[in-house]
């Protein structure tokens, strides 16, 4: 026969269960409290941080494009142009050791990294320290995604392993984050622009559509810009830069071409272009005295020579 729990018994076991309930929500209220109190302690330092990446009105100098094409623009862009020789010897010579290719790359772009990681960029730049931030994890990214690669580069053509390197989530990555960097770079060019003659735009917001004449009227650092964020848009590999595309553009349409063949937009030119391989590095170099002589540009290499 079962032992009925006395009515003290009883009360003691549901004193207990309320006490064991109120210590379980104290416990889990103090876990609450304590995590807004250490996220509300970081914060404070983050948004510290983000008050001294206000962009001012002294940003963007001469000096600081200048500096940051040198050290940051430029040994990321050494890296791409041998990442370019690389996929043409591949092409051309089907005996070359893939995967050695891959290791050397990735190491070079280990050095570029430490290269561009010991230049500072000013805080109150926010473009150029976003774009030096980017330019760097794509190296990163490159890094790894060449070592990733290298363990079967060997395996299959070329061509399966350029497709495979297009495919690497790494890879498209720092695809990505390198032409956001140069997209940054570009917008940062406006900006000095800006300060240097009132009259040109500080920003300049992307519309959905540009007609070829609304494009015709921008200043050449608009045009640059804009170019600049149509190759971020396509993510596309490019061996050219933004004022190459702009050349080109120009080229299409003041000759006529754009009339002729009924391309009314800048972004169905770029297409166009794009699609039948019309751009080359350089591009805007052999067309700069006709078409760019009273432009206002900063003095960059890019600008005056086939760097």
């Given at each position: 026969?079962?032992?009925?729990?006395?009515r003290?018994?009883?009360?003691?076991?549901?004193?207990?269960?309320?006490f064991?309930?109120?210590?379980?929500?104290?416990?889990?209220?103090?876990?609450?409290?304590?995590?807004?109190?250490?996220?509300?302690l970081?914060a404070?330092?983050a948004a510290?941080?983000?008050?001294?990446?206000?962009?001012?009105?002294?940003a963007?100098?001469?000096?600081?494009?200048?500096?940051?094409?040198?050290?940051?623009?430029?040994?990321?862009?050494?890296?791409?142009?041998?990442?370019?020789?690389?996929?043409?010897?591949?092409q051309?010579?089907?005996?070359?050791?893939r995967a050695s290719?891959?290791?050397?790359l990735?190491?070079?772009?280990?050095?570029?990294?430490?290269?561009?990681?010991?230049?500072?960029?000013?805080?109150?730049?926010?473009?150029?320290?976003?774009?030096?931030?980017n330019?760097?994890?794509?190296?990163?990214?490159y890094?790894?995604?060449?070592?990733?690669?290298a363990?079967?580069?060997?395996?299959?053509?070329p061509?399966?392993?350029?497709?495979?390197?297009?495919?690497n989530?790494y890879?498209?990555?720092?695809?990505?984050?390198?032409?956001?960097?140069?997209?940054?770079?570009?917008?940062?060019?406006?900006?000095?622009?800006?300060?240097?003659?009132?009259?040109?735009?500080?920003?300049?917001?992307?519309?959905?559509?540009?007609?070829?004449?609304d494009?015709?009227?921008?200043?050449l650092l608009?045009?640059?810009?804009?170019a600049?964020?149509?190759?971020?848009?396509n993510?596309?590999?490019?061996?050219?830069?933004?004022?190459?595309?702009?050349?080109r553009?120009?080229?299409?349409?003041?000759?006529?071409?754009?009339?002729?063949?009924?391309?009314?937009?800048?972004?169905?030119?770029?297409?166009?272009?794009?699609?039948?391989?019309?751009v080359?590095?350089?591009?805007?170099?052999?067309?700069?005295?006709?078409?760019?002589a009273?432009?206002?540009?900063?003095?960059?290499?890019f600008?005056?020579?086939?760097?």
């Open positions: 026969m079962e032992k009925r729990l006395s003290t018994d009883l009360v003691f076991a549901l004193g207990f269960l309320f064991l309930i109120v210590a379980i929500a104290a416990f889990f209220s103090g876990v609450k409290v304590g995590t807004q109190r250490t996220e509300a970081y404070k330092p510290t941080q983000m008050s001294k990446a206000t962009e001012s009105p002294n963007y100098s001469q000096q600081d494009l200048v500096s940051f094409y040198h050290n940051v623009f430029l040994p990321h862009r050494e890296w791409k142009a041998e990442w370019s020789a690389t996929r043409t010897r591949w051309s010579d089907d005996s070359v050791d290719s891959l290791k050397e990735a190491k070079l772009a280990a050095a570029k990294y430490e290269e561009s990681k010991i230049t500072t960029v000013s805080s109150v730049s926010p473009l150029l320290m976003n774009a030096q931030n330019y760097l994890k794509s190296l990163k990214l890094e790894s995604s060449f070592t990733q690669l363990v079967h580069a060997n395996e299959g053509s061509a399966d392993l350029i497709a495979a390197v297009s495919k989530a890879y498209s990555e720092a695809l990505r984050l390198a032409l956001l960097a140069q997209s940054q770079y570009y917008d940062a060019m406006l900006k000095w622009g800006a300060s240097v003659n009132l009259s040109l735009p500080a920003t300049y917001e992307l519309p959905g559509v540009i007609p070829n004449a494009w015709s009227k921008q200043p608009v045009k640059n810009m804009i600049a964020q149509y190759m971020f848009m993510k596309a590999e490019y061996d050219y830069l933004p004022q190459d595309l702009t050349a553009i120009d080229q299409f349409i003041s000759s006529g071409q754009a009339d002729r063949m009924k391309q009314k937009t800048v972004r169905s030119i770029v297409d166009m272009l794009n699609g039948t391989g019309a080359r590095s350089g591009d805007y170099l052999s067309l700069r005295s006709r078409y760019y009273k432009q206002l540009l900063p003095l960059l290499p600008f005056s020579s086939d760097t």
